[in-house]
């Protein structure tokens, strides 16, 4: 125990360990929070719920915060809804059926650039006859924009940049430039300032009522911007934390565990084991390691513990072994070896209590270091296309913005968010690696 | 992994044990016949297990039972002579030769004598026909689809792991002279990148130098269409292989300099060095002759481990250069499920790990002077 606190306070001489058990704790603390904050089965919802659960985000949306660095201010996102009253709807009957509903809706546009999509979903409550909209658009400058007069089914949307009547109305195939830019300006400038939607209704039952909800498809959103599904992208940076750090920690702890366990009992034993165990380290060699991966996940189930398995076991028996075979040799013939065969201890006790506790100075520095490659593996399989099929991962962001043309588009926060976690993972660990072999192998110590 | 740590331990060369000749030729002729026997009965061994992991659901007697399916459905429904068969007969003909076909091929046999046929089949490159894929050259043939794919990744993983290994042995050793400097330090703090795979740095590099810049290709071997003359077409493939060479050399060029620098500044302070700078020999000459040279047997080993560890990376390198090579080839062929190919591409793969390791293995045999002096001990 005194040992440990020794080797701790010595790491912390180190600037890089510093800097790799911040990045780590923080990693943690985001794993942590993804796990509480979301359940496991809202994740998978967010995830692959469909259009039903993301069609209230823009698509490609950059994030939020891309608007403090530009001199053009894209549009944020937004919505109102005439049900929890954040848009204001006055109903008066004029005769016992028909009754007028008004729904409007002010908001202030203090952007440079018109939005992606502006979508009207109605839910209207009728029993034979439908509601009936008409719906008109004020903007700043004071022009009257009608857009659409419509019936209203039950469950129908309208969506301002699809109605071909619109633009043909507007002369303009582009509706939502035509809706904010000011016609008579030389330079189509967006014009600032109030802009008003006015829903006005008419329903023709006595208990018939419409309500609506205004879905502002603006060109930001959130910390993380959208796919081309519209999925909130932050939900995978958040979610893809906890799978990546348990991925890199599992396969790295069962890899360097279960070699240095083999190493060891290989090099007790010595004859036929020792040899089968080397022979088997050189087949493993010349098995192409990521090809058995992508046939196993071809063939067999894309599930991210499979593939887990799978890897623990192809590295197993490593080039490490060899390393570790040699130290083991030398421990083997160490004078307190002797004293416990001596005694009559049994080989499991010789294996497991005296041989391999005096490696695990050693094991430590070489797992850690091992961590980031095991995380870059997940991203890698995800990246071929063998992501796991249900979780959202940092790989499976970067394949869909690859497969995509993200990197063509100019789409950059795409597949940069989450190759930047992968980056910051990786360098915490390398780092603490690093500082921790300089502690725990004293030949590297004064260089 | 790129992370592999420096194994100080020499392998185990086996023993060339003291014969008749005394000839250094025979010796390391000895020495690689004997390795060359040892790697084929360990590709064997891998590939039969490659074909256990493939067949443990059926897949490689599906691909076969179709092939034999497809052939014989064909060739009676093209034959003219069994046109105006009622539909049925016909049907029952086809039957009656799929199934004496199967028993010819050997398919009803017990799973051992049959996956003897398969390793017989795959370790001749015999590897059937592909499901979608077809070759540039119009055939199914998976040997072709992927042979024919070969040269183009052997011409990225050829130069960048060349330029990769003697940049970072000779840069690691002016570094261990200069100990301590500018240059020293920056090293120590940019290993840590190394733990990104290449086609991490690729996605950066695509962004900053085809995106951004526009002075380099996205991807792809040549331009389309592509130059006539031979040297503008070599100089348009080079610049082609700018950025997929780079990510891979960016992505291990500073652990493999920490590692070798490391290395050689633990053999540097040995007594033998010490001797020969006390007697004032010159820097260059004890670099090379009383550090690198000794050392040499080690920087193999450690370099077959790296290119080993790279091969598999080169996959999804190529993928996102678009780089013409196998490991596209793989890629698309999981898009399209299609099993042989997979099956081949692995089979493939198996082979040129052996053939790195089996060259390399010679190269050692030269270097290493316990294999030419023939006094080599196991240990």
Not at chain 2, 128 to 138: K, L, P, T, Y
Not at chain 2, 366 to 378: E, M, Q, T
Request: aromatic share 12%.
């Amino acid at each position: 125990m005194i040992a440990f606190k020794n080797s701790f306070r010595e790491l912390l001489r180190y600037p890089s360990a510093i800097v790799g058990l911040l990045v780590i704790f923080i990693l943690l603390g985001v794993a942590v929070y993804a796990l509480v904050t979301i359940p496991y089965s809202e994740a998978i919802r967010l995830w692959r719920g469909g259009e039903d659960v993301w069609y209230q985000n823009p698509k490609y949306a950059s994030p939020e915060w891309f608007n403090f660095f530009t001199s053009k201010k894209e549009p944020l996102s937004f919505l109102a809804n005439t049900a929890d009253g954040s848009m204001t709807k006055t109903v008066t009957s004029s005769t016992a059926d028909i009754s007028t509903v008004e729904m409007t809706y002010s908001f202030d546009y203090t952007y440079d650039d018109y939005p992606q999509e502006i979508i009207l979903y109605f839910s209207p409550k009728f029993n034979e006859k439908l509601p009936f909209v008409s719906i008109a658009w004020y903007t700043p400058d004071g022009r009257k924009i009608r857009i659409a007069d419509i019936a209203v089914d039950r469950k129908s949307s309208y969506r301002f940049s699809q109605d071909q009547k619109l633009q043909k109305s507007l002369r303009n195939e582009d509706v939502m430039q035509a809706l904010f830019v000011d016609p008579h300006a030389e330079n189509p400038t967006v014009v600032k300032g109030q802009y008003k939607l006015v829903i006005s209704g008419t329903t023709f039952e006595k208990d018939s009522d419409l309500d609506v909800q205004f879905v502002f498809h603006g060109k930001v959103y959130g910390l993380a911007g959208t796919d081309k599904y519209r999925r909130d992208i932050l939900l995978p940076l958040l979610y893809g934390t906890p799978i990546a750090l348990a991925f890199g920690l599992l396969a790295a702890l069962g890899t360097s565990v279960l070699t240095m366990i083999i190493a060891a009992i290989g090099t007790w034993y010595a004859g036929w084991v020792d040899e089968l165990i080397q022979r088997i380290t050189e087949i493993n060699l010349v098995l192409p390691f990521l090809a058995i991966l992508i046939m196993v996940g071809t063939f067999y189930s894309r599930s991210i513990w499979l593939m887990l398995g799978v890897t623990i076991l192809l590295s197993i028996f490593s080039g490490q072994i060899k390393t570790y075979r040699a130290i083991f040799l030398q421990s083997k013939e160490a004078s307190y070896i002797e004293a416990a065969r001596a005694y009559g201890a049994s080989d499991r006790r010789i294996i497991f209590s005296y041989l391999i506790p005096r490696m695990i100075p050693l094991l430590i520095p070489a797992l850690v270091s091992s961590i980031p490659s095991f995380v870059f593996l997940e991203a890698s399989l995800a990246v071929l296309g063998l992501g796991d099929p249900v979780l959202p991962t940092w790989g499976k962001v970067i394949d869909d913005a690859i497969t995509d043309g993200a990197i063509y588009r100019g789409l950059y926060y795409w597949p940069l968010e989450p190759a930047a976690l992968l980056m910051l993972t990786g360098l915490g660990f390398a780092m603490l690696g690093f500082a921790l072999d300089r502690v725990f192998n004293p030949r590297l110590r004064d260089i | 992994m790129a992370t592999e740590t420096l194994t100080t331990s020499a392998p185990s060369a086996p023993v060339a044990k003291k014969s008749a000749s005394n000839s250094t030729f025979a010796r390391v002729a000895k020495y690689t016949g004997i390795r060359i026997l040892t790697m084929m009965v360990t590709v064997t061994i891998g590939v039969y297990l490659t074909i256990m992991i493939a067949n443990m659901g059926g897949y490689m007697d599906t691909i076969i039972r179709n092939e034999v399916r497809d052939n014989i459905t064909q060739s009676m429904l093209a034959n003219p002579a069994f046109r105006n068969l009622a539909p049925d007969v016909r049907e029952k003909l086809i039957q009656e030769k799929i199934a004496s076909e199967i028993k010819r091929q050997g398919l009803d046999q017990p799973f051992a004598v049959r996956s003897m046929n398969y390793l017989r089949n795959a370790l001749t490159l015999n590897l059937g026909r592909a499901v979608n894929m077809i070759s540039d050259h119009g055939s199914k043939e998976v040997r072709l689809i992927l042979l024919e794919r070969l040269p183009a990744t052997l011409l990225l993983t050829g130069t960048s792991e060349l330029i990769l290994f003697f940049a970072s042995v000779f840069i690691a050793l002016s570094l261990s002279r200069r100990y301590g400097s500018f240059f020293d330090k920056m090293t120590i703090a940019f290993s840590p990148t190394s733990a990104a795979p290449p086609w991490f740095y690729g996605i950066f590099f695509i962004l900053i130098f085809a995106g951004v810049f526009r002075i380099l290709p996205f991807g792809g071997l040549v331009d389309s269409p592509s130059p006539t003359n031979p040297i503008d077409y070599g100089l348009n493939v080079l610049k082609h292989l700018i950025l997929p060479a780079s990510a891979v050399i960016c992505s291990s060029i500073f652990l493999s300099i920490y590692n070798w620098r490391t290395f050689f500044l633990i053999y540097s302070s040995e007594d033998y060095v010490e001797m020969a700078k006390a007697k004032g020999l010159p820097q260059r000459d004890v670099e090379r002759r009383y550090i690198l040279r000794p050392t040499m047997p080690t920087i193999i080993t450690n370099f077959a481990l790296l290119v080993i560890t790279l091969w598999t990376g080169f996959t999804i390198t190529e993928t996102v250069f678009l780089w013409p090579g196998l490991g596209i080839t793989l890629y698309r062929a999981i898009g399209f499920n299609d099993t042989p190919v997979i099956v081949g591409s692995t089979i493939i793969y198996a082979y040129l790990l052996a053939i790195t390791v089996l060259l390399l293995d010679f190269v050692y045999a030269l270097v290493d002077p316990r294999v030419k002096v023939g006094s080599g001990n196991s240990q």
